[in-house]
């Protein structure tokens, strides 16, 4: 079945400092989500992409699609302390409705 | 609006025993799901349903039941609760294919 890996799993981030999650899943994807989690919380809806290529901006958060549609990335600049949480990806299959999330990347920032 | 509710949000049960968490959405979102986290780790599929009266396997069915008889309901049967069944559970709903799944609180399961 589908799989979706994410790299790293945790990122210990210096405040202001940028760093970059990676998603990659084993199959073409029609599209993918990405979620934030804060401790204790449940995932909260961040963005979708759709395009190949595509790449979108939610302020210091760069969200990008790859060309093939089966990886993607979430880029964080100058990170700050409400960036703590744990970042997924879920990639829904190019022929179904199963969303899939990969195994999310904890974010730990140090001030 | 409440958006997706889930009950119990703790929940302590024996070996052996059964019950039901109850997921029920007020959008009137077709697609609805049921997702387990285990500690550190990420969201598995356990079951999904793409409208009333239809559901399918995830990822991790086996222990688990759902039926959904209405849009808004969409509960989850453990059959025999055992140990390797403590997480957190976690339903979803969302328009159809997307492209947002309304996360509910979430449902803290402990099997003795």
């Known amino acids: 079945g589908q799989q979706v890996m994410q790299i790293p799993q945790y990122q210990h981030v210096q405040e202001g400092e940028d760093f970059t999650t990676y998603c990659n899943s084993s199959t073409t994807l029609s599209n993918i989500q990405w979620y934030k989690q804060r401790p204790g919380g449940h995932p909260v809806f961040l963005i979708q992409?759709?395009?190949?290529?595509e790449v979108k901006k939610q302020k210091r958060l760069t969200f990008q699609f790859g060309e093939a549609k089966k990886n993607s990335s979430l880029h964080i600049t100058a990170t700050q302390t409400t960036d703590v949480g744990t970042y997924f990806c879920a990639g829904r299959e190019a022929a179904g409705n199963k969303l899939t999330f990969g195994g999310g990347t904890r974010v730990l920032v140090k001030p | 609006n409440a958006g997706v509710t889930q009950t119990p949000k703790f929940q302590v049960l024996k070996t052996g025993q059964s019950m039901t968490l109850q997921c029920a959405q007020d959008?009137?979102?077709?697609?609805m799901s049921w997702y387990r986290q285990d500690p550190g780790m990420g969201l598995r599929l356990i079951h999904y349903s793409v409208g009333a009266g239809i559901t399918d396997q995830g990822e991790v069915p086996n222990g688990y039941n759902v039926s959904r008889s209405t849009t808004e309901d969409f509960p989850l049967r453990l059959l025999s609760a055992a140990p390797s069944q403590t997480s957190v559970y976690f339903c979803?709903?969302?328009?159809?294919?997307?492209?947002?799944?309304?996360f509910g609180q979430g449902t803290r399961l402990t099997v003795v």
């Open positions: 959008m009137n979102h077709e697609y």
């Open positions: 992409l759709v395009k190949s290529g």
């Open positions: 979803a709903s969302s328009y159809s294919v997307g492209p947002e799944a309304f």
